[in-house]
């Protein structure tokens, strides 16, 4: 067994997993954040995206002890105070979604694509979630979304 | 209308002092011949209690019928508090398949809210909550990562189960020596028949074990699927004649065989489609835990919680009255989710080591071990009167079955068959069923005629088509799209389907490497619109998918190597191909709804098809029409 600390949302957390344990393995097991999914264990589909460093990295191919002393913010961490954040408020308002399923991911991409592309293109935006599988295709209503939360931020 | 105070209303008739002060407010209510049940029920604190055998997998039968109960009702969408899925608790309401929720279950909910107010089903004209566009009711919970899916479920001193299965498509299990994996602390390998797996308290150390066990299969060799397509028309069985079941698999009218004699001008072509995999995002799951009493409780993501509780009751030798089955969220589904197969491997281990256990299969079980959407050989022959007018249309469906068969186009001599056939391949429900394969192949025929009669191909439609509907969605569709004539990378198809009139019109862009579909304007008449938000998501969503199997979608299989089992090597629609796409709804509110979950996938593949045609010259005939 391996021992670490990961501080996730804010938290520190002292965790013990076997040494292959996926951090995507730890969220959703030894820490019962189960907003983080499981896709396809490969990196292919984006339903396990985190921010580690506020970047977006796929959880499932990333070994949890490698993020030690990293920050860690899943989805169950965006909301500030139980405030939405901008990006969960323009999924909602544009409902950008249709089971759900890779809805965290595709959020949690869109905060890191806001952060460094204040402005980003439809072009950028289709870039930037390329990674993404919405089987239910909402698509056209997630770069909708994308588009409202870069909008509303960049008034403010 | 002012909105009733319902407790005021029920205090003053004489329920309450019948049922006494302290009581629930429950009107049992009569639904059709035999049935006595409560499905709406009006609690205490002022909310609602509906109840449905119906799921959610995304397509919005929750928002939907919340809608309907708090129409009848009178009261917000937020009031309403819809029990899905709960086999003890629920009226079995069929699987959620086959577009039904809207047709069926919408009316009887209706019925039921209206009976527990005492009126009648209200009106369209006097509609305040259905025909406008709801969000959906779990929205705040899907944003925020706290609604949970089959695979987010736990429970206290819950075991992991993984099952062993041949590295062949199909395989027999021979031998098995378990004994490294017996020797680990807490684990419990259970065989029956050809059932291998095992169960420990971590996944981690279930995955140990499983790696351990050594078992031997003897695999099955399996058909090439071009060899399939020989085996379809070698072993298939002419259909009987039954129109009492929902997919009829013999439709006709005159004398087909005469009629293509008597032509003016015949037509022969063959049409193939390649198996295609769902790939819901949330790869299947279920937790199942026996009670002292011996009875069981499945939780799982699963679209038919009867039929499927009924499937696990038999494989495990149970009563069914002893098995309960709970519907949890489900990570989309597609018609691959209504078999039980999961959760008869999570009861398995859960028996043989007394504990419960959860299995989730891997994204490659669930490449390799769902069910795809069968393979299909569709072979039509038709012929044109001197005037240029369809006048004999026969169309054989070998394998994929009679899903939209019927034809959208009045020809006087036809015969619609669906040939049944063995099918190496395992092969289940696919969104539409076999109307995609169906409507590629009769549009793409419709569009061999337009070229062959120098024919506008929407010309060609309207002057064989007598559905006033049908031919209004052709011309909605032609507008929104600009359409001013054919032109090189334009195609356009159409269907009537489970009641829907659907027009699409799509431009391809060919400069780059690949084809790719520059944009699309599709058109919609499925009657009334209960949820226009959610009814444009759906005709967006279906959209999408079937651009995937129209372009690139294929389940890659042969005995053993060469099966699709990873995103790696499936690919399926990403955000760069997606083109720009608008949808317009012709909302009739006069008009039962129809439902729109299925139909539109069957639009994208024959109108690119025929977009194809026009750059190429060269017809594609077999799906996925990149190869």
């Not at chain 2, 009178?74 to 899925?85: Q, S, T």
């Not at chain 2, 001008?265 to 489609?273: A, F, K, V």
Request: charged residues 25%.
């Amino acid at each position: 067994m391996a021992r670490f600390e990961l501080t996730v949302n804010g938290r520190r957390h002292k965790i013990d997993a076997p040494p292959e344990a996926t951090l995507l393995d730890v969220l959703r097991d030894s820490l019962g954040l189960t907003g983080t999914k499981y896709g396809c264990g490969e990196g292919l589909c984006g339903a396990c995206t985190v921010l580690i460093g506020g970047k977006a990295a796929p959880s499932c191919v990333t070994p949890a002890a490698s993020v030690a002393g990293r920050a860690v913010t899943t989805i169950e961490g965006l909301a500030a105070g139980g405030k939405p954040h901008p990006v969960q408020q323009a999924f909602l308002e544009k409902e950008a979604f249709q089971c759900g399923y890779c809805t965290p991911g595709m959020i949690l991409e869109a905060v890191d694509l806001l952060k460094k592309t204040p402005k980003p293109t439809d072009s950028a935006i289709r870039g930037a979630f390329e990674g993404h599988i919405c089987r239910c295709g909402s698509h056209p209503r997630i770069i909708e979304a994308v588009r409202l939360a870069a909008q509303r931020s960049n008034r403010a | 209308m002012p909105d009733h105070d319902l407790l005021a209303e029920y205090k003053r008739r004489e329920f309450l002092q019948l049922l006494g002060s302290g009581a629930a407010l429950t009107l049992p209510v009569q639904l059709g011949a035999a049935e006595t049940l409560v499905r709406v029920r009006l609690e205490r604190d002022g909310t609602v209690l509906a109840l449905t055998g119906k799921v959610d997998m995304g397509q919005g039968a929750r928002t939907l019928l919340t809608q309907c109960v708090a129409e009848e009702l009178r009261v917000p969408a937020g009031k309403v508090r819809l029990l899905m899925g709960d086999t003890a608790a629920v009226p079995d309401d069929g699987g959620t398949w086959a577009s039904l929720t809207t047709p069926e279950t919408v009316p009887i909910m209706r019925a039921a809210a209206a009976k527990v107010r005492g009126g009648a089903v209200t009106p369209p004209s006097e509609w305040k909550v259905l025909g406008r566009s709801t969000p959906n009711v779990n929205g705040r919970a899907i944003v925020t990562g706290a609604l949970r899916y089959a695979s987010d479920l736990k429970e206290d001193g819950m075991w992991h189960g993984v099952i062993l299965r041949p590295p062949s498509y199909h395989g027999s299990l021979v031998a098995v020596d378990a004994s490294k994996a017996a020797a680990l602390p807490e684990v419990k390998v259970v065989r029956e028949g050809e059932f291998l797996g095992v169960a420990a308290p971590t996944r981690e150390r279930a995955a140990e074990a499983a790696r351990l066990i050594e078992a031997q299969w003897k695999e099955q060799p399996l058909p090439a699927l071009e060899e399939m397509f020989t085996l379809f028309r070698q072993k298939a069985a002419a259909p009987v004649e039954n129109n009492e079941t929902r997919y009829p698999p013999l439709i006709r009218q005159g004398d087909a065989g005469t009629a293509l004699a008597a032509a003016a001008r015949r037509n022969q072509s063959s049409y193939t489609l390649a198996p295609v995999s769902h790939v819901p995002l949330e790869t299947r799951s279920a937790i199942a835990s026996f009670g002292g009493d011996g009875s069981l409780t499945i939780r799982t993501g699963k679209q038919a919680p009867f039929l499927i509780r009924g499937e696990v009751a038999k494989a495990l030798g149970i009563e069914e009255t002893k098995v309960r089955l709970i519907v949890s969220e489900i990570g989309g589904g597609f018609g691959s989710k209504q078999r039980a197969d999961v959760e008869i491997e999570a009861a398995r281990l859960a028996r043989a080591c007394g504990r419960t256990v959860r299995v989730h299969w891997s994204r490659a079980e669930e490449f390799v071990w769902s069910a795809p959407r069968p393979a299909a050989l569709i072979e039509i022959e038709s012929g044109v009167d001197a005037n240029g007018r369809l006048s004999a249309w026969r169309h054989r469906n070998y394998n994929a079955g009679a899903p939209g068969l019927k034809l959208p186009y009045s020809i006087p001599h036809h015969s619609n068959e669906f040939w049944r056939t063995p099918a190496p391949l395992r092969q289940g429900s696919y969104r539409s069923l076999a109307a995609t394969g169906n409507n590629f192949a009769r549009e793409s025929h419709i569009d061999e005629w337009a070229h062959l009669l120098k024919r506008d191909p929407l010309e060609f439609r309207l002057a064989n088509i007598e559905d006033s509907r049908l031919k209004e969605a052709l011309e909605k569709a032609a507008a929104l799209f600009g359409w001013k004539g054919p032109k090189p990378g334009v195609g356009l198809a159409c269907n009537l389907e489970k009641n829907a009139r659907l027009a699409l019109f799509v431009e391809l862009d060919a400069a780059g490497k690949e084809v790719k579909v520059r944009r699309m304007a599709g058109v919609g008449d499925f009657g009334a619109a209960l949820n226009p938000s959610n009814l444009q998501a759906q005709f967006e969503g279906a959209l999408i998918q079937g651009l995937g199997g129209a372009l690139f979608e294929r389940f890659a299989f042969d005995a053993r190597t060469e099966i699709s089992r990873s995103l790696a090597d499936y690919r399926l629609p990403r955000f760069s191909d997606l083109p720009e796409i608008k949808v317009e709804i012709i909302d009739r509110r006069d008009i039962p709804a129809a439902g729109a979950g299925e139909s539109p996938i069957t639009l994208p593949a024959p109108a690119i098809a025929a977009a194809l045609f026009t750059l190429t010259g060269e017809r594609k005939r077999a799906l996925p029409l990149l190869g």
